[in-house]
């Protein structure tokens, strides 16, 4: 087998899908034996499917939900709270990077921390910067600055092309959560 160069590797655009394939991908690198972290920037508070999944899966995948929910109108929380966690989760993603313990880090929703300015384009970029060699670093969310896709290794663009809720049609569970 050969050296394993750690990639970064981002999910974005504005088609669903973007958690889901980087849950994806974590599936298949657990399977492979690797040690999986998901850091949920914005997510928290609400009962994702996802969050039972790490229990049936054993050790070595392991999801952290770090946000107070998205960051809209009502949902209770102040700008400073959102950025708080943000910060957090950031914190958190910083201490998991230098440990080393991880194979495969997934930074959900980071891309919206950025677009609401929860955490600036240059503590992003620097957490980057620490990345070692051989770490793979998930990012997703809308809006991908170019300077991250310059930084990526992969980019993913999910583009909505037809969606159900167009139709009335309400978040479905295990597919929206």
């Known amino acids: 087998m050969s050296e394993t160069k750690g990639l970064i590797l981002v999910f974005t655009g504005n088609g669903k899908g973007k958690t889901t394939a980087a849950l994806g991908m974590g599936l298949r690198a657990?399977?492979?034996?690797?040690?999986?972290?998901?850091?949920?920037?914005?997510?928290?508070?609400?009962?994702?499917?996802?969050?039972?999944?790490?229990?049936?899966?054993?050790?070595?995948?392991?999801?952290?939900?770090?946000?107070?929910?998205?960051?809209?109108?009502?949902?209770?929380?102040?700008l400073e709270e959102h950025r708080a966690a943000?910060?957090?989760?950031?914190?958190?993603?910083?201490?998991?990077?230098?440990?080393?313990?991880?194979?495969?880090?997934?930074?959900?929703?980071?891309?919206?921390?950025?677009?609401?300015?929860?955490?600036?384009?240059?503590?992003?970029?620097?957490?980057?910067?620490?990345?070692?060699?051989?770490?793979h670093i998930v990012l997703t969310g809308r809006d991908a600055p170019p300077e991250i896709i310059d930084r990526a290794d992969l980019v993913t663009e999910m583009k909505e092309i037809k969606h159900h809720y167009q139709k009335g049609i309400k978040a479905q569970r295990g597919i929206e959560f």
């Open 86 to 135: 943000a910060r957090a989760a950031l914190n958190e993603a910083e201490k998991e990077v230098a440990a080393g313990s991880f194979d495969l880090i997934i930074l959900d929703e980071i891309l919206y921390a950025l677009k609401f300015g929860l955490i600036s384009l240059d503590e992003a970029l620097a957490l980057l910067d620490k990345k070692p060699p051989r770490l």
């Open 30 to 78: 657990w399977g492979q034996g690797m040690k999986v972290l998901v850091l949920q920037f914005i997510k928290g508070g609400w009962k994702y499917g996802e969050l039972n999944a790490p229990a049936r899966l054993g050790p070595g995948f392991e999801i952290r939900q770090l946000g107070e929910g998205f960051t809209r109108v009502g949902n209770g929380k102040s």
